[in-house]
């Protein structure tokens, strides 16, 4: 065994004891072929491990910041999915679907309808991501709940399980997810891929196994058949296909396991093998990014969330231009310019220079810029069609410089305003508001979810639906968190 490989089975044998990789070693499987030389070695068989991981693991072997972090993520998510229940976008795909749909099985966060699992898991998806509002998994750019519980919230309705089942089941498939992300970022993200879309249905199969109890044969073809649907493409961003993606991340996820439970097989290597979905679907595999720690240290204690309701990269600037707006009392009408250096990514994904709807506002670090100063705020009402064409707004645009900097991170932003009599302020922010180092606390997030529960649920309402996400661990049916996040209910 060559030293490489040995470290690849060694390392994911001490995070799992892994029967997977034991067995492997045992028999003489591919992963204990001799890689011929000037080749890489073999990958280990990522795909057995994690189903292995994934049905070994418990609601009591999770530690405790990660239990937290669960809760938080699912008060998020159910947050911005009854915030954008009644977007556009999802009144259309409602409209879309409903001739077609098959029994009543699962509820709308936020609305009236029921629909059948599939179509509410993607519903639901559609709904929590089409504010760019979700959570986000920073090393990744992932949104990972999305996918993940809007999957399993929608088969909860159907048949009932715990609390602390779902709770396991919702840090399973964000770990998962997460995971396999980081084995391929940022190669695959950067040939166009929406990683959240890609990453998205091994997070929901993940999730979905774990709460039917499939044995770990059936959740390895489970991931197999989730490796066969990677959906998005980041040419969607701005527009209502963005939000298509982690919803339908989340059914395609769910199918997999549905038809896994009932015995369809896939490849039992369909991660990892060379017409696989990592080594088709990316220039990079590090497969150490999904065995190493796998059990012991959780990708999910790592999600944010946003306290600005676009691309993440624009959070920075946001953050500058309201401290400088408000602690420096500058009015738009004051501002001769506004300089920034940032990071290559911000332009290429966030350069749109005239943005004429709320969903391309999301992607214009000009109209990002521009409304923070304006509204002192960076919520979904600033990422309006309204917002967006403010002409106080339009106008301050054109006064928004950025220049990609050297020296300066994605998570950064260096900001200098000067003003019509001469005078600049100065900014510069390394860690923004929701970022890792500078989390929003709880308060701060009960606060975005009555927000955006507002105008859609009333007020009591809203109280008791948060109060049950809060107390997810100690329900005895997860379900009735759906139930009661419905419009009349």
């Not at 099985?105 to 998806?125: K, V, Y």
């Not at 999301?362 to 002409?391: C, L, M």
Request: charged letters at 20%; a negative charge.
């Amino acid at each position: 065994m060559t030293m490489n490989r040995r470290f690849l089975l060694g390392a994911a044998g001490l995070a799992l004891g892994a029967p997977a990789l034991q067995a492997a070693q045992a028999a003489g499987t591919p992963a204990e072929i001799p890689a011929p030389a000037g080749k890489a070695p073999p990958p280990p068989p990522v795909t057995r491990i994690l189903a292995e991981w994934i049905q070994g693991s418990t609601f009591d072997s999770l530690p405790e910041n990660v239990r937290r972090e669960g809760v938080r993520s699912l008060l998020n998510w159910v947050g911005v999915a009854i915030g954008g229940s009644h977007h556009e976008t999802v009144d259309i795909a409602v409209s879309a679907l409903q001739p077609f749909s098959g029994p009543p099985q699962a509820s709308l966060l936020g609305r009236t309808e029921r629909f059948d699992i599939m179509n509410a898991a993607f519903l639901n998806g559609v709904a929590s991501h089409i504010f760019d509002f979700d959570d986000t998994h920073l090393k990744t750019i992932i949104h990972p709940a999305g996918p993940v519980a809007s999957a399993i919230l929608a088969y909860a309705e159907m048949k009932p399980v715990s609390g602390k089942a779902f709770l396991d089941a919702l840090v399973v498939g964000i770990e998962v997810e997460c995971r396999i992300g980081n084995m391929v970022y940022p190669n695959h993200y950067d040939a166009g891929w929406h990683i959240t879309g890609t990453c998205g249905p091994f997070g929901a199969a993940a999730a979905a196994a774990k709460l039917m109890g499939l044995t770990v044969e059936q959740t390895v073809f489970a991931l197999g058949l989730a490796a066969s649907q990677p959906v998005g493409l980041r040419e969607s961003f701005g527009s209502m296909n963005k939000s298509f993606n982690p919803g339908r991340a989340a059914a395609n996820g769910l199918f997999a396991a549905i038809l896994a439970a009932k015995g369809f097989t896939s490849s039992e290597q369909m991660i990892e093998v060379r017409r696989g979905w990592a080594q088709t679907i990316s220039t990079k595999q590090d497969w150490s990014q999904i065995t190493e720690g796998l059990g012991s240290r959780y990708e999910s204690a790592l999600n944010t969330y946003k306290p600005f309701a676009c691309g993440i990269v624009m959070h920075p600037t946001i953050d500058a231009a309201i401290q400088i707006r408000d602690e420096d009392h500058v009015k738009p009408e004051d501002i001769r310019s506004v300089d920034l250096k940032v990071h290559p990514l911000v332009l290429e994904l966030t350069g749109k220079t005239a943005p004429k709807t709320g969903l391309e506002g999301k992607f214009s670090i000009y109209h990002a810029a521009a409304v923070a100063f304006v509204e002192g705020a960076g919520g979904e009402k600033q990422f309006s069609d309204r917002a967006v064409n403010d002409p106080r707004v339009v106008a301050l645009r054109q006064k928004i410089h950025p220049v990609v900097t050297p020296g300066i991170d994605a998570a950064q932003v260096d900001m200098t305003v000067t003003l019509n009599d001469g005078r600049t302020l100065h900014r510069h922010i390394v860690h923004a508001i929701g970022s890792v180092e500078k989390p929003m606390t709880d308060a701060q997030l009960e606060a975005k979810f009555k927000d955006l529960a507002d105008g859609v649920l009333p007020a009591a309402q809203a109280d008791h639906v948060l109060t049950l996400c809060r107390s997810l661990p100690d329900l005895k049916d997860a379900a009735d968190i759906a139930r009661a996040g419905v419009q009349g209910a």
